[in-house]
């Protein structure tokens, strides 16, 4: 049963330029999550999906956007990177079992992307 | 606001030496409260999940306790294979899951 898988592992990029992370839920789950963690700190929300629609968005600048596709796959989408959006991020799926759902969040082992 | 507060920073234990970490939090409305190990390189992997004061969980040489304010993480007789960043993070009731971290112990278990 393979779990979250994120890619690419790694990426370069240089200031001004966008890039797009992918990531594929854990099987039978149909919520994802981003989140960003930068060095020596826990991860920081970014926003979530389900049934293809952003349903909560932590404190990031509109330059993050993302998408759901029908399959719950999930894009994460930023523009105009700055070096400041050098960071570990991480993708993370769940199952929504109803409005008071406390299924765990399960993690992909993220996408390293480095500004220069 | 929502906060999640670890401590220590960083532990270092001799193998056996059991100890405990702490997690302090302030939420309005705890959906639940969720313990992850975190390896370099690697994203979080669970460990638990506890809904409510008094509750306990354990898992091998692992166990997670929670208080109205507090949640701790009591590690007994560890082996150098628990070294690892363990992150604690609180739900809030509401429309989402979304997950409040705190920043982490990073725990080293010398031989």
């Known amino acids: 049963d393979a779990g979250v898988t994120q890619s690419p592992t790694h990426l370069i990029k240089t200031r001004g330029q966008q890039v797009t992370l992918r990531c594929s839920p854990k099987?039978?789950?149909?919520?994802v999550s981003w989140y960003q963690q930068a060095l020596g700190q826990g991860p920081q929300f970014i926003f979530q999906y389900y049934e293809e629609e952003e349903r909560q968005r932590g404190n990031f600048p509109d330059r993050f956007s993302g998408h759901q596709f029908p399959n719950y796959s999930s894009e994460l989408n930023v523009n105009a990177l700055l070096l400041g959006d050098s960071a570990l991020y991480l993708c993370a799926s769940s199952h929504n079992d109803g409005r008071y759902s406390n299924q765990p969040q399960h993690f992909g082992d993220g996408t390293r992307l480095s500004i220069l | 606001e929502d906060q999640v507060t670890q401590s220590p920073e960083a532990l270092r234990l001799q193998e056996g030496e059991s100890s405990s970490l702490n997690c302090s939090y302030t939420?309005?409305?705890?959906?639940?409260l969720f313990w992850y190990r975190q390896d370099p390189g690697k994203g979080p992997e669970f460990l638990f999940t506890l809904y409510s004061a008094g509750e306990e969980k354990e898992k091998e040489r692992l166990k997670a306790t929670l208080t109205k304010k507090e949640s701790f993480l009591h590690i007994t007789a560890p082996k150098p294979e628990d070294s690892a960043t363990y992150l604690c993070a609180v739900a809030r009731r509401g429309a989402t899951n979304k997950l409040i971290f705190g920043t982490g112990t990073l725990l080293a278990v010398q031989p």
């Open positions: 939420v309005s409305g705890l959906r639940g």
């Open positions: 099987s039978g789950h149909d919520t």
